[in-house]
């Protein structure tokens, strides 16, 4: 996989959580029989996604990119990040990077909003007529319950998420108008025990 380059921007500070997850995955993890999950922060660039006070979603999904991978890394997974700096990715080299490869799954991660402060949860999005893409979303749904978040199951037509080869699920972790949410998303020990749930929803499925 080589060495992963991180270019902060302003906008961008990771925090000790992330930079260690970094160190833990620029490890050699080059073992031919080590499942690969490609992990895909969303936005990216001049796409922000939700601005919400002083959290940018770009930025706080990256952070937390890397603390999943750390994640994955320990369970003795090889990891691959569709972007590790602040650029952006169009949509079918997303999937088409987890393709490529021959990624066991596809981890699309986002953060939503809404007017509504109260309104909070996670929400997996699927292709409903592709099996393993059905049961991995329903095993991450399973698993961010488990951490005192709901999460609702919502099958979406979108072209990124038909992947034929590349079970795929896209979380949105929160809303990062909840205030709550928003403090619980910068966490490190939530970042961690997130990570770790979806492993297990991968585990469970594998």
Known sequence: MGVLLLEPTSRMRLSISALTAVLLLVLPLQAQDR??????????GG??????????????ILEVAFVIGAEFA??????????????????????????????????????MQNDDPQVGGAEIYFDEDTAASVELSAAVARQ????????AEIPRGSSFLKSKTVPTAMIE????????????????????RLGAALVA??????
């Not at 961010?144 to 999460?151: C, N, Q, S, Y």
């Not at 972790?173 to 961690?192: C, G, K, S, Y």
């Open 35 to 44: 499942p690969l999950v490609v992990i895909d922060p969303g936005h990216g």
């Open 47 to 60: 796409e922000t996604g939700v601005v919400a006070g002083d959290i940018i979603e770009k930025d706080v």
């Open 74 to 111: 320990k369970a003795g997974y090889d990891v691959h990040f569709t972007r590790t700096r602040d650029v952006e990715v169009a949509w079918p080299d997303r999937r088409g990077q987890a393709e490529d490869a021959g990624a066991v799954a596809l981890f699309m991660l986002h953060a």
């Open 144 to 151: 961010i319950r488990t951490l005192g978040l709901g999460a």
């Open 173 to 192: 972790l929160v809303h990062l108008t909840n205030p709550a949410e928003a403090d619980l998303i910068r966490d490190a020990d939530f970042q961690h």
């Open 201 to 206: 929803a991968l585990e469970a499925t594998r």
